[in-house]
């Protein structure tokens, strides 16, 4: 599957940002899809996945009760929807797949297909 992140940009700190995953050459329903974000400087971290069906997703911490993960299977586009965006929410995000049948890995190295990132930047 190849997946194309689009839908960053610059934001003022308690704004908004909807970011897509285009996938193409197989059917986003085979796998499980995350987000991760890589600030400057730091790794990749977990920011939230969703399972095949899209009835169960998962969120770290940090972003729970702002961003909302979601797809739609017959577009065979991913979705992070970001709200009262933080300056901490700065970086690039990438959207991954994962071939396992164990929802959900909080490792990057546990995805097996990687978009090619979409960069966020959040002022004060």
């Known amino acids: 599957v190849q997946l194309q992140a689009s839908g960053g940009g610059l934001v003022q700190a308690g704004g908004s940002l909807r970011l897509s995953c285009a996938a193409s050459?197989?059917?986003?329903?085979?796998?499980?899809m995350g987000w991760f974000h890589q600030a400057p400087g730091k790794e990749r971290e977990f920011v939230a996945a969703i399972n095949r069906d899209g009835d169960t997703t998962a969120y770290a911490n940090s972003v729970k009760g702002r961003f909302t993960i979601s797809k739609d299977n017959a577009k065979n586009t991913l979705y992070l929807q970001m709200n009262s965006l933080k300056p901490d929410d700065t970086g690039v995000y990438y959207c991954?797949?994962?071939?396992?049948?164990?929802?959900?890995?909080?490792?990057?190295?546990?995805?097996?297909?990687w978009g090619q990132g979409t960069l966020v930047t959040v002022s004060s």
């Open positions: 991954a797949a994962d071939r396992s049948v164990i929802f959900y890995d909080i490792n990057a190295n546990g995805y097996d297909y």
């Open positions: 050459g197989h059917p986003l329903g085979t796998y499980i």
